[in-house]
Structure formats: structure tokens, C-alpha cells
């Protein structure tokens, strides 16, 4: 077989480096779901809705003609208020709940998000340019827009911010507490139910953050977050639970991983292929459960 | 029990009065025609079902406004009734059921999108009552064998058609290298099967044949191999996110071919969110305001475009203009069948044959219009950034010349 990406080697460079872009970004949106859904064992279908209306937040600020970088900053502010209105009118009623009903009222907030910004933005698909230009490589041959660059620069500067201040500060002590055991924690003098709000702020700043560098590296429309979504729970998935490091692995992974199969098996089974990697890695996972429950016999 | 008696005759006598009241709005009332529309108003749809719905109604009020439409001797005057359909097929279904079961109306306009019109065709049919879309240009409309159905729009497959057979005509008549990207949808396949079929019949090769996943914002992929292939093509259509992000993406990555041809240019914007990074790009449209087609109601394209903008404020895309271009079909069909029976007037509309500001206007059996070619427009850019979309092809229509190749980014 004659695969266009082998015959041209500086095609797999392209591919490596547009995989680690793309999923860097994946991984921040993943991030946030990976903590509430850690803390407050709630799986957010509105995920990727808070991703866009970061999204549009930066879009508005490129229409004020203020530059959508700067929506790296005001995004995520703006969301954590978000987040935290939204916790304190819906999730903290269902965050005893067991995860189905918590599914439902995120899928109700989602569905009222995409119509919601479809009423108030319109249905355009939007954009906002940064104007970054490009970076090339080899003589033209490997070239990177550097708002992808820029993306993923930002992204791991907030994941990392995030990490410590987890470890370092006394909120996020409180946070990974509540994780552990939130009765304990409650037992202890923690504020959960603060925790809880805090917890589903920072996932909405970290959406806000995701969603700015989308609006200035791809296109945003309303209707667009359920992807962002699906992509964070699978990432989340692969990595498993409580594994911060393992979902930034992961959410790479996964970007190289559908660049290649892009390459390899073409575009139109792009997603499919790594839908079917997700099968693989949960059979995986439930064959070595089972063979660790049987020595445990 | 009291209330819950008093809630149920309530409730069945306000369901008995909405029933009685809406049958008797049938399909001609007074000197009234009325048509019924179920229209995106809200939903992912909704820009376009706006656009659809302001064609609709500048044309009821042009053609009100000059004298209404003679049938039998007797003057009568259109009117529609909308519904929102929520951009939702399902929902489109169901109003077209109850505009016809209920309302009574015995025609019926096209809703947006070739998807709600799939699903809107199946009921209009059943029930006998013709519909003249302007809006649903997939070709497996046209192959279902409906015979109530008409579309003022060329289909689907033919939107490129053009760009490849100029692009042969550049090369001297032979064939030449194709580089395609298509979403995975209805739309966009046909356009896509419309390109195969040029292909074959010029002798073109088709190197890259992409089929993009409808949740996929990323082309990097297709356009890093576009530029190892170096084709003398590359064809895109993905609706709107589909042409933004090529030309974002084109932009970024310097991807440098000869000639680069999409749809939905007009509905993305492209020229006003990519400014001059969207120079060069060939569109293709149904209908484009330069044009010298002409009619009694609206002129031309360019006195049609001047009033739309008076109206609504902005320049109508080819979507509003098709729209309008229905309402005139109507009128003329009412006139020749000089009757309001179902059947005679799907018999008229069968025959027409007509030119209106919009194109030339005669149906095939399967309901598309066959009279009236695509055009291609080229964003055309001035020093100062100022973007214009000229049409190029065919030539016939060309009001500038092509500009090919596409000069390649190192030299911009």
C-alpha cells in the first residue's frame, strides 16, 4: 500500500505536531471535566456549550475591536461566574444525586445553552482572526499557524497553573479533599458545598480559556459544542479518573492519533477510528479488572 | 373533581373553537390565495430561513402591489402562513401535515434547507398539494419520482460543475488534477457526485478525496496533503463552517494550488470574516445580483438588489432571491391553469417555462429546474482591502475576467 504520508516523510512531522496542537487544547477542556467530574461526580454533557460561549466572549471582544487574545483573560473570568451561577441554580440539587439524573440536568443546561446563544448570537458560524501569522519549517514544507502555537502555549500554562495551585493553595487543598472523601472533608470543617461551586467555576474559567483559543483558531456556532463534549469525556475516559497528567497523555494521544488515522485509513473514519480506540482501551481495562477480581478469589 | 371537570370542558371547548376556526381558513378566501410556509425562524437554520422568509414576503407584496394574480376573471392576492419549523425535520413534517390537514392550505412554499424539504416532500405528495421550493437543491429530491414537487434551484450536483470545466478549459481541454474535501452530508455529497461525473466526462484525475466528518473543525490534514500533491484543483464544500475554515486554514498554512473552488461563500461571509485572505476563491451560486435576467415584477438583479436592501436592509443573498423567484412561479402557474383546482395547477407548473430577475425558469420531470446554470464568482480584492464577489463563469454572465492561477502566497 502506497500511503501518501509515508511517501512524504515531512508529512509525519506535520501530522505529529498538528495532532499535539489540536489535542493540548483537547486536554484543557478535558482537564476541567476530569475535576468536577472527580470532585463532584458529575459527568457535564453542557461542557462543550461553556466551551463556546468562551468562545463567543472572545468572538465579541474581536468585534469591539479589542484583540481575542485578550480573551484568554476576560473568557475565563466572565465563566467562572457562569459556572458558579449555574451550580448554585441547578447542579448543587443533583450533586448527591446518582450520575443519571446528574446527566439529565447537564444535558437540560446544554440544550438551553445552544438555544440560547442561537437566540442571542445568531445562527452564523463566526471566527475571530488573530492576525498571528505562520511558522515554517523545512523550507515551507511543515507549516504551523501560530494561533495553534498560541493555543497550546496557553493551555499548558493553565494546566499547569492549575496543578499548582491545586497542590499549593488552600482552596484547592479543600478541593482534592472533598475529592477523596467529601463526608470526611465535611467532618473536617470544609465548606463543600463552596468547594462544589468553586469546583464547577473553574471548570466553566478553564472552558471560557478553551473557548477563546477556539474562536481564534477555528470557528464557533452554537450548535457546535456537543463534539467538545464527546472529545473531553472520551479523554477523560482513556486517562481515567483522578489522573491529571494522564489526561494531558491522553488528550495528545488522541490528537496524533486521529491525525494519522486521517492519513492512513481517511478522513471519514477520522473519528470513527478513535471511537473504536475508546472500545479497545474500556475492554482492555474491564479483561484486567476481571483477571485482578479472579486472583483476588 | 369540580376543577378537573371545569379544566376538561374548558379545554375541549377552546380545542372545538380552534378546530372550526382554523378549517374555515382555507385555501382561497375572499381574493385570497394562501399559501402555507413552514420555515427555520429559530434553530441552526434560522439566518437562512430569515433570508427565505424575506423573499417570500417581498415577493407576496411586489406582485399584491401590481395587480395581484387574474384568475377566472377575478382578481386575488397571495397570502402565507408560516410556521417555525425549529430547523428540525421532524417538526417540518408535522406543519406540513397540519397546514394541509388543518389549515387547509392546498399549496405550499418550500422550507430552507434540502434536508426539511426531504422531509416535507413525502406529505405534500401524499395529500396532492404542489409545492414549489427554492431551497432544496439535493439531487435524491429530484429521483424520488415526486410529482408535486418543484424547485426553482439547479440541483445540487451541478454547483462545481463549472469551476472543473473551466479549469479543463484553462488547460487547454485536457484534463487536470482534483483535490476534494466534502462534509458528510446530503448537500455536500451531491455536490460531490456532480464533481465525479465532470471528472470522468473531461478526463480528470481525482487525487485526494476527503470526506469530512460533520463535527470536524480541523482541515489541516487534507490541506498538508493538497500541498504534497500540488493539485491543479482543490474543490470544498462543507456549508458554512466547511468554507471558513478552509480559508482560514489555506491562509495559515500557505497552501498554494492553481484554482480553489467552494460553496456557501455568500451565506459564510467569507469576504467580510477573512478579508483578503479570501481573495481568489471561486463560489459557486445560484444567482448573483450582476446578472441580466430580467421580469415584469422585480426588473433585474441589480433593481432587485437596490429594493431588497431598502427593505430589510442588507444585500440579499441568492437564497432570498429564489424565494421570490417561487412566488412569480406560482403566480404565473395560477394564471395559465385559470383555475384553483390541485391537479390543473401542478399541470401548469409542470409546463412552465418562463425567465424571471433570478434565471430562466423550466422544470424537469423530476421537478429541478433545468434552465437556469450555475454561476461562478471569484472574491475580487483592491489595495485597500475591500473585497468584491465578481462573477467569472460562465462566461455568458461574466461581468470580470477570471484571475488564474491563483497567485501564490509568497508573492501576495
Keep these: 500500500m502506497d500511503f501518501l504520508i509515508f511517501q512524504v516523510p515531512m508529512l509525519t512531522l506535520q501530522a505529529v505536531l498538528d495532532g499535539l496542537l489540536l489535542g493540548v487544547l483537547f486536554a484543557l477542556i478535558a482537564y476541567g471535566m476530569a475535576l468536577q467530574w472527580g470532585v463532584m461526580n458529575i459527568i457535564n454533557i453542557a461542557q462543550g456549550d461553556l466551551v463556546i460561549l468562551g468562545g463567543y466572549i472572545a468572538y465579541f471582544m474581536y468585534l469591539y475591536g479589542i484583540h481575542p487574545a485578550w480573551g484568554v483573560i476576560i473568557s475565563p473570568i466572565i465563566m467562572y461566574f457562569v459556572g458558579v451561577i449555574i451550580y448554585k441554580l441547578v447542579i448543587n440539587k443533583v450533586v448527591d444525586r446518582d450520575l443519571f439524573i446528574s446527566i439529565l440536568a447537564t444535558f437540560g443546561i446544554s440544550i438551553l445553552f445552544m438555544q440560547l446563544m442561537n437566540f442571542a448570537f445568531g445562527a452564523d458560524v463566526v471566527l475571530a482572526n488573530s492576525g498571528y501569522g505562520t511558522t515554517m519549517l523545512f523550507d515551507n514544507s511543515v507549516t504551523l499557524p501560530n494561533s495553534k502555537i498560541f493555543s497550546a502555549f496557553i493551555s499548558i500554562v493553565f494546566a499547569i497553573g492549575l496543578v499548582i495551585y491545586m497542590k499549593k493553595s488552600k482552596l484547592g487543598r479543600a478541593i482534592r479533599a472533598t475529592a477523596q472523601n467529601a463526608r470526611a472533608a465535611k467532618i473536617l470543617g470544609v465548606d463543600t458545598e463552596k468547594v462544589y461551586a468553586a469546583t464547577f467555576g473553574i471548570n466553566a474559567a478553564l472552558c471560557g480559556v478553551a473557548g477563546a483559543l477556539i474562536s481564534i483558531t477555528f470557528t464557533i456556532h452554537p450548535y457546535m459544542g456537543l463534539p467538545y463534549t464527546i472529545r473531553s469525556f472520551m479523554i477523560v475516559i482513556v486517562a481515567g479518573l483522578g489522573n491529571l497528567p494522564g489526561v494531558a497523555m491522553s488528550g495528545m494521544g488522541l490528537g496524533v492519533f486521529e491525525e494519522f488515522a486521517d492519513y492512513i485509513l481517511g478522513t471519514e473514519f477520522r473519528i470513527g477510528s478513535v471511537f473504536l480506540l475508546l472500545v479497545l482501551i474500556l475492554v482492555y481495562r474491564r479483561f484486567k479488572l476481571s483477571r485482578k477480581r479472579e486472583y483476588l478469589k | ?412
Design chain 2, 1 to 412: 373533581m369540580k376543577i378537573k371537570n371545569i379544566i376538561i370542558t374548558f379545554v375541549s371547548a377552546i380545542a372545538i373553537l380552534f378546530s372550526t376556526s382554523v378549517v374555515s381558513l382555507a385555501k382561497v378566501v375572499g381574493d385570497k390565495i394562501i399559501l402555507g410556509a413552514a420555515i427555520s425562524l429559530t434553530g441552526k437554520y434560522s439566518s437562512n430561513g430569515v433570508h427565505t422568509q424575506n423573499g417570500y414576503n417581498m415577493a407576496v407584496d411586489r406582485i399584491n402591489d401590481m395587480g395581484g394574480i387574474k384568475v377566472g376573471g377575478k382578481t386575488y392576492k397571495f397570502d402565507i402562513i408560516y410556521y417555525d419549523d425549529e430547523s428540525n425535520p421532524k417538526r417540518a413534517a408535522q406543519l406540513a401535515e397540519r397546514l394541509i390537514s388543518q389549515d387547509g392550505v392546498e399549496f405550499m412554499l418550500g422550507p430552507y434547507s434540502s434536508g426539511l424539504t426531504k422531509a416535507i416532500a413525502p406529505v405534500t405528495e401524499k395529500y396532492g398539494v404542489p409545492m414549489v421550493e427554492a431551497n432544496g437543491a439535493s439531487r435524491s429530491l429530484f429521483t424520488k419520482g415526486y410529482k408535486y414537487l418543484f424547485a426553482v434551484l439547479a440541483p445540487a450536483n451541478l454547483y462545481l460543475d463549472v469551476a472543473i470545466e473551466t479549469a479543463v478549459e484553462l488547460n487547454g481541454g485536457k484534463g487536470v488534477r482534483i483535490a476534494q474535501a466534502f462534509e458528510q452530508d446530503a448537500f455536500s455529497q451531491d455536490v460531490r457526485l456532480g464533481i465525479l461525473d465532470a471528472a470522468e466526462r473531461t478526463g480528470s484525475k481525482i487525487i485526494i478525496d476527503d470526506k469530512l466528518p460533520k463535527e470536524l473543525n480541523d482541515m489541516a490534514a487534507t490541506l498538508a496533503k493538497v500541498k504534497a500533491v500540488k493539485p491543479d484543483v482543490l474543490v470544498v464544500s462543507g456549508h458554512t463552517k466547511g468554507a471558513l475554515t478552509a480559508i482560514r486554514q489555506i491562509a495559515e498554512m500557505k497552501v498554494d494550488v492553481p484554482m480553489l473552488a467552494m460553496t456557501h461563500c455568500d451565506a459564510a461571509k467569507l469576504s467580510k470574516q477573512h478579508g483578503k485572505n479570501s481573495q481568489y476563491a471561486l463560489c459557486a451560486s445560484q444567482w448573483h445580483k450582476t446578472l441580466t435576467y430580467k421580469d415584469d415584477f422585480f426588473k433585474d438583479g441589480m433593481t432587485y438588489a437596490a429594493d431588497f436592501e431598502k427593505l430589510f436592509g442588507y444585500d440579499p443573498p441568492y437564497q432570498s432571491a429564489e424565494s421570490s423567484a417561487a412566488l412569480l412561479v406560482f403566480k404565473d402557474a395560477f394564471e395559465r391553469a385559470n383555475s384553483f383546482d390541485q391537479k390543473k395547477v401542478r399541470d401548469a407548473l409542470a409546463d412552465t417555462n418562463m425567465q424571471t430577475f433570478y434565471g430562466n425558469i423550466k422544470f424537469a420531470e423530476g421537478g429541478q429546474n433545468v434552465d437556469k446554470p450555475m454561476v461562478l464568482f471569484q472574491v475580487m480584492c483592491d489595495d485597500a482591502g475591500k473585497c468584491e464577489n465578481k462573477v467569472v463563469a460562465p462566461l455568458k454572465w461574466a461581468s470580470a475576467e477570471l484571475i488564474h492561477p491563483i497567485p501564490k502566497w509568497s508573492e501576495r
